[in-house]
C-alpha cells in the first residue's frame, strides 16, 4: 500500500531532480530538494486537515481533489499565483511579468540597474495582503474547531472552557475581526492599513462562504438521501459527501491549500527567486508529497486510530494563522514556522499513543468510528 500511494510521487521526485540538474546544475537540485522539504515540513499539518475532509467524500470526489486538485496546487498556487501577484502588483501584462521572473537582477539584487523592482520584490511588497487573507481563513477554520463542543478533546483544560463560551452566537468572527483590527493597526504599516483589512475580510468572507454552502447542501442531500452525519474536521459532516456537497467540500479543500501555500510560497524566495525551482520544488515535490499524505492518512484510517492528531493540526493552523498575521509586521523564520506544526503534530501523535495505550491495558477499543 505504501509503494502504491507514494509511488507518483516518489517518481515525480525523481524526474524533478533530474530536470532542475538539467536546468540548472547541482546548486538547482540541491535548492530544489530544499524546497520539497520545506514544504513538506509546513504543509504537514495540511496533510492531516486534508484527510479530515477527504474521508467524507465520495470514492469520484477523492479522486477529483487527487487529480484536478493536484493541478491546481502545482501549477495554480505553486507557479501561476506569484505570477499573477506580481502582474496585479505591477501593472505588467502576464508576458512581461513571466519575463522578469526568468531574469532578475545581477546577483539576486533587489533593484534593476534603472531603479525598477525585481520579481522577489513585487511579490514580497504584496506579503501583507496575502497573509492578511490566508491568516484570516485559517483563523476561522481553527476558531470554529476549538469552539464547537466535541466528545474527544486533547487539551480538556483549555478546548472544554473554550467550547463552553463557543455558544456565543458568532463568536469566531467576532474574535477573528479584533485580530485583524488589531494587526492592522500595531503591525501594517500606514499605507498597507486598508489593503490588511480589505484582504482579511475577505479571508472570512471566503471561509464562511465555503463553509456555509458546503453545510447548505449537507443538509439538503443528508435529507434526499438519507445518509447519516457525523463530527469531522471540514465544513460539512456528511457521511460520503456526493453530487453538490462533495464539489463544495472539494472548492473548500483548494482554497484551504491555497491558504497553507501562501506561507511556503513567500519562504520560497528566502531561498531562491528563479520560478522554475520554486516550482519543481513546492509544486511537483511538495505538493504531491502532502497529497500522498493525505491519502495515506484515510487509506490507513490513522485519524481514526490516533485521534488526537486532528486537534493538534487544527493547533498548528492557529499558531500558523496567528504566525501569518505577525509576519504582516514582524519576518517570522519559516523554520520557526515549520517547527510549530511539527510540535503540535507531534505532541498530539505521543498523546494518541498514550491513550491507546491505557485503553487497550483496560480491554477497551482504541478505534474512534467516524
Do not use: C
Not at 247 to 275: H, K, M, N, Q, R
Amino acid at each position: 500500500m505504501v509503494l502504491r500511494i507514494f509511488g507518483w510521487s516518489i517518481g515525480v521526485t525523481i524526474v524533478s531532480v533530474i530536470v532542475a540538474f538539467i536546468y540548472g546544475g547541482w546548486q538547482a537540485l540541491f535548492l530544489v530538494l530544499i524546497l520539497g522539504i520545506l514544504e513538506v515540513s509546513l504543509s504537514f499539518d495540511n496533510a492531516v486537515i486534508n484527510a479530515t475532509v477527504l474521508r467524507r467524500m465520495s470514492e469520484f470526489w477523492q479522486k477529483i481533489f487527487l487529480t484536478i486538485g493536484i493541478v491546481i496546487a502545482v501549477f495554480g498556487m505553486r507557479l501561476l499565483f506569484p505570477l499573477v501577484i506580481v502582474w496585479a502588483a505591477s501593472g505588467l501584462g502576464p508576458v512581461a511579468a513571466v519575463r522578469l521572473a526568468l531574469n532578475p537582477p545581477p546577483d539576486d539584487a533587489a533593484y534593476f540597474a534603472d531603479g525598477s523592482p525585481s520579481y522577489e520584490t513585487l511579490l514580497t511588497d504584496a506579503h501583507p495582503q496575502i497573509a492578511a487573507f490566508g491568516g484570516m481563513f485559517l483563523l476561522m477554520l481553527f476558531l470554529g474547531f476549538i469552539f464547537e463542543d466535541r466528545e474527544i478533546t486533547w487539551l480538556s483544560w483549555l478546548e472544554k472552557p473554550l467550547a463552553r463560551i463557543g455558544r456565543l452566537d458568532q463568536l469566531a468572527v467576532v474574535v477573528a475581526s479584533i485580530i485583524l483590527v488589531l494587526t492592522a493597526e500595531f503591525l501594517a504599516e500606514d499605507e498597507k492599513i486598508s489593503t490588511v483589512m480589505v484582504a482579511g475580510v475577505l479571508g472570512m468572507i471566503t471561509y464562511i462562504a465555503v463553509n456555509g454552502l458546503g453545510e447548505l447542501f449537507h443538509i439538503e442531500e443528508e435529507g434526499e438521501e438519507g445518509a447519516e452525519s457525523a463530527s469531522s474536521g471540514g465544513p460539512t459532516q456528511l457521511a460520503k459527501a456526493t453530487g453538490k456537497a462533495g464539489f463544495f467540500l472539494f472548492l473548500y479543500l483548494e482554497v484551504l491549500d491555497a491558504s497553507f501555500s501562501f506561507d511556503g510560497v513567500i519562504g520560497a524566495f528566502a531561498i531562491t527567486a528563479d520560478p522554475i525551482i520554486i516550482a519543481l520544488g513546492l509544486g511537483f515535490i511538495g505538493a504531491m508529497f502532502v497529497r500522498s499524505i493525505t491519502v495515506f492518512l484515510v487509506r490507513k484510517g490513522t485519524l481514526s486510530d490516533y485521534v488526537y492528531l486532528e486537534h493538534g493540526a487544527h493547533w498548528a493552523i492557529g499558531a500558523l494563522a496567528l504566525i501569518l498575521m505577525v509576519s504582516i509586521g514582524v519576518h517570522v523564520n519559516e523554520i520557526i514556522t515549520g517547527l510549530v506544526g511539527v510540535f503540535f503534530i507531534g505532541a498530539a501523535f505521543v498523546s494518541s499513543v498514550m491513550r491507546n495505550r491505557k485503553l487497550e491495558a483496560q480491554g477497551a477499543d482504541t478505534h474512534v468510528h467516524v
